[in-house]
């Protein structure tokens, strides 16, 4: 072959290999975060990041994190850091993202297990002053990453809950009978609070005993007034002395609340019928 000719073809012969080794090495760049030795830095709170995670890949530290997790997925997993001050917690969200995922968190190294925290689209972590924490954020699809919007920010305060039952009440013609008191509630998340209780009646050797609850609960902060009525499968409510013990829970992101009131109940006679 002349040299010319053997020149031209390995020319053209390079030309046809360059972009096949160009986009292997595009689809080979995984960004500087993609495992927990290059944690993005959160800093101070609140913060907030916006990365492609398309060519983010996810590993064996991941499906051994989620072991106790349970996510459907670990794709397209991205570190982050933080170091607490205040011990006050801190919340990181990826509900803005343009992809389902979730979060998993480590105290210390993530590669000694100390799994603190984990769940889909938000997260709130308990934290202790001068301990840093390792977030992993994914996709919980098969979907391998896209436009990761994360934000981190300080946790709400813990929920308050308080409860108070009434001392008077009202026994109706049916057996069932009517109980009363206020609450008031606070930080709570939507839905997530309750009163429940147990109204007892002695009647002879017999306790006459029925349960009741109270939901949704109003978590506003505000005094409310709640009633129930209250219906026994062993007998009937009637006009007298009877017991109550009231109870209930209020949870917020990391913590729960509870409150409780023990009260002696008047029961009077009325008219009508209590609601099921």
Not at 148 to 159: G, K, R, S
Request: net charge negative; proline share 5%.
């Amino acid at each position: 072959m002349r040299p010319r000719l053997r020149t031209a073809l390995a020319a053209v012969a390079a030309a046809v290999l360059v972009p096949a080794l160009t986009i292997t090495a595009a689809d080979a760049a995984a960004p500087g975060n993609d495992t927990a030795a290059g944690a993005t830095d959160v800093g101070s709170l609140p913060a907030s990041f916006d990365q492609d995670t398309t060519q983010a890949t996810t590993d064996a530290l991941d499906a051994s994190l989620n072991n106790d997790c349970g996510a459907p997925f670990t794709n397209a997993s991205v570190w982050f850091k933080y170091t607490e001050t205040t011990g006050d917690g801190f919340i990181a969200s990826m509900t803005d993202s343009d992809y389902s995922g979730g979060f998993i968190v480590t105290e210390g190294d993530p590669a000694d297990g100390n799994l603190v925290a984990c769940g889909p689209g938000a997260v709130g972590v308990a934290t202790s002053p001068g301990t840093t924490y390792y977030v992993v954020a994914f996709s919980d699809t098969a979907t391998n990453g896209g436009h990761l919007h994360v934000t981190f920010d300080t946790a709400p305060p813990p929920p308050e809950l308080t409860i108070t039952a009434d001392s008077r009440a009202v026994a109706y013609k049916d057996g069932s009978a009517r109980v009363s008191g206020t609450y008031s509630c606070s930080n709570a998340n939507e839905g997530d609070a309750e009163i429940d209780g147990t109204l007892t009646q002695r009647v002879g050797r017999t306790k006459i005993t029925g349960d009741f609850f109270v939901y949704p609960l109003e978590c506003d902060g505000q005094t409310h007034t709640w009633t129930a009525d209250v219906f026994s499968s062993n007998g009937l409510f009637r006009g007298g002395k009877a017991g109550s013990v009231t109870f209930g829970y209020a949870c917020g992101l990391l913590t729960c609340a509870d409150g409780y009131s023990e009260q002696t109940v008047q029961l009077s006679s009325g008219s009508g019928h209590g609601k099921k």
